[in-house]
């Protein structure tokens, strides 16, 4: 029987550049899709998954971060007060019980591979998951959850993928693939950001993964890849003819929070999904595109 997937790290440390001015001030993790932070959606998820612990790789200037997850005792004595008992539960919800959480500082930013290595001695020797907030995944199962029940038929690392048009996969790590079984598939190669034309294929890593503790182990060599960054990808990719790596085309659609564009379309796509805010927003939407081409 493979051991459950308990343990989750969020890497949270950027500074959300693309987001200035707003991200001053505010971590780019809690800026909010209709009424919950980014961050929310991803611990959403996690819990659906399985996972108890919750391990955030942080940096300077996120203690709103970690306000979120606190109690707040006032807010919540003057909710139960005025009856307000939705709000009451909404909000209780976001809590996170003492030792369930726990927060890591990455002091320099030296990529995504060293922001998981801060968190090796949480993890110790069980696999693992990581969780990229920036990437935002409607699906009528959430998606980890979906890799978990995959995990349990093939055991070894995995990667959420998806197919990309071919001019974009430079943006991305670009999965060899070996052999090709549907929802998963079994991998050879793994490219970080591959020069254009060069790609393996058009299937592409996304903020998702399994992990074994093989890949920290990978990951103290410390060494640089892609834009001289520590890789996850490379890590994982030492993995192939070891514990095994496979690549899982998950059900749902992603949205790229991290940038502007994709952080517009997704609170579209979740408010078009909220019965209270349906209506309106298809009204507004609909009148935007009718003067839009009336204009033209």
């Not at 343990?7 to 909010?32: D, W």
Request: glycine residues 8%; charged residues 25%.
């Amino acid at each position: 029987m493979r051991k459950k997937i308990t343990k989750a790290i969020f890497p949270v440390a950027g500074l959300g550049t693309r987001f200035l001015p707003a991200t001053k001030s505010v971590p780019k993790e809690i800026m909010t899709l209709v009424d919950r932070p980014l961050v929310q959606y991803a611990i959403d998820e996690a819990r659906a998954a399985g996972i108890k612990e919750f391990i955030f790789v942080t940096s300077r200037g996120k203690g709103a971060l970690e306000d979120y997850f606190d109690h707040a005792p006032q807010l919540e004595q003057e909710l139960r007060k005025k009856g307000k008992h939705d709000l009451l539960e909404t909000l209780r919800s976001t809590n996170m019980e003492s030792g369930e959480v726990a927060y890591l500082r990455q002091h320099r930013a030296l990529g995504l591979g060293h922001a998981v290595w801060c968190a090796r001695r949480l993890i110790h020797n069980e696999p693992f998951a990581v969780m990229l907030p920036d990437d935002v995944i409607a699906a009528e199962k959430p998606c980890l959850q979906q890799m978990v029940e995959a995990y349990e038929e093939t055991g070894g690392n995995m990667v959420a993928a998806m197919e990309v048009p071919a001019e974009r996969a430079s943006a991305y790590g670009i999965l060899d693939v070996r052999e090709d079984m549907g929802s998963i598939v079994s991998v050879k190669d793994m490219v970080e950001k591959p020069k254009a034309g060069e790609a393996p294929s058009n299937l592409a890593v996304i903020g998702r993964y399994i992990l074994t503790p093989a890949v920290l182990r990978n990951l103290n060599k410390m060494k640089a890849g892609a834009g001289g960054e520590i890789q996850l990808t490379d890590a994982i990719a030492q993995e192939i003819d070891g514990n095994g790596v496979y690549g899982f085309r998950f059900r749902g659609q992603r949205f790229d929070c991290g940038s502007k564009a994709g952080f517009l379309q997704a609170t579209v796509a979740f408010g078009l999904a909220r019965d209270e805010l349906r209506d309106d927003l298809e009204s507004f939407l609909h009148e935007i595109i009718a003067a839009r081409k009336a204009a033209e």
